[in-house]
Structure formats: structure tokens, C-alpha cells
């Protein structure tokens, strides 16, 4: 968990803020990054651990809506950013992948499962692809001038 003091910094005026001000933000940094990554194994282990109606508490819809749109949203750029593009792939894989299992319990005739499943799975396939493109074309854009290529950062 974050403590009191970071936790009061980010609110108060985000990242830059602290990088801006902080007498060594690249130690904050290092700090912030091991709470952020304890943090998600914490997080993790309970998902795994607890008892559904335990987590049916703890994980609600709209918890986890609001970290899965903060994930996939930056409102502070209009670049191609392909760590969201892969991210929000693998939401899709781990949703469909989910929705296919419970599927197959309810309904075992495969022909009508596939009628079901198989626009999902194609929607996912076109997740991949689109990140696939966004992947490529941030490594390498073309000048609209020149013809040349230049690296996006």
C-alpha cells in the first residue's frame, strides 16, 4: 500500500508535481514503484485467495471499472500508445476467455456454442490486430513531409 505521505503528494499534484518538487524523485521513484508492484501481488493473492463472497465485497464492478479505465485512458496525450493497446487486448483475452469457459458449462452442443463464441473471439481477434498496428506504427511513422521515417518516443 501506498503510504499516507505518497498518497497525499499524488492527490495533491500528481506525478509531476512530485518530480518537480521532490528533493529526489528518482529515489520517490524507486520507493513509489515497489509499493505500486506490492500493492498489485497483494491485490493478486486475495483475487486468488478469498472466498467469492468475500471478494464480491472487495472487487465490485465499480472498483474495478475505475482502475481498468484509468489503465486504459491518458487524457494527457494523443499519441499512439501501444502498452494500453496490448493492455486492454489482454482485459479482452482474459474476459473472453472466462466468458467461453462458463459458456461451455451451460450450453455443451458445440454448434450452437459457436454461434455464441465465435463473433466474441473474432472481436478479440481484431483487438490483437489493431494493437498489433499501434505497435508498429509507434516504432516507426513516416514524415507526411518527407517521406521519411522518423522514431515516436
Known amino acids: 500500500m501506498l ?6 503528494k499524488l492527490k495533491k499534484g500528481g506525478w509531476k508535481s512530485i518530480e518537480k518538487n521532490d528533493s529526489n524523485p ?3 521513484w524507486h520507493r513509489l514503484r515497489i509499493q ?14 478469498l472466498p467469492n463472497d468475500k471478494q464480491e465485497v472487495v472487487f465490485t464492478q465499480e472498483k474495478i471499472w475505475k482502475l481498468a479505465s484509468a ?3 491518458n487524457p494527457h496525450s494523443e499519441a499512439l500508445e501501444p502498452r ?7 482485459f479482452m483475452r482474459a474476459a473472453y476467455d472466462y466468458c467461453n469457459s462458463q459458456y461451455m458449462k451451460i450450453e ?3 454448434d450452437l456454442r ?6 466474441i473471439h473474432t472481436g478479440l481477434r481484431m483487438c490483437m490486430a ?3 498496428k499501434v505497435i508498429s506504427r509507434s516504432r516507426v511513422d513516416v514524415c507526411s513531409n518527407c517521406g521519411q521515417s522518423t522514431r515516436n518516443k
Do not use: F, G, S, Y
Request: aromatic share 0%; proline share 4%; charged share 20%.
Open 3 to 8: 503510504t499516507k505521505a505518497t498518497l497525499n
Open 84 to 90: 494500453r493497446a496490448v493492455l486492454a487486448c489482454e
Open 114 to 119: 459457436r454461434e455464441i463464441t465465435d463473433p
Open 71 to 73: 489503465l486504459l485512458t
Open 130 to 132: 489493431i494493437a498489433d
Open 26 to 28: 528518482a529515489q520517490t
Open 108 to 110: 455443451p452442443h458445440l
Open 36 to 49: 505500486i508492484n506490492d500493492t498489485l501481488d497483494h491485490l493478486a493473492l486475495l483475487a486468488k485467495t
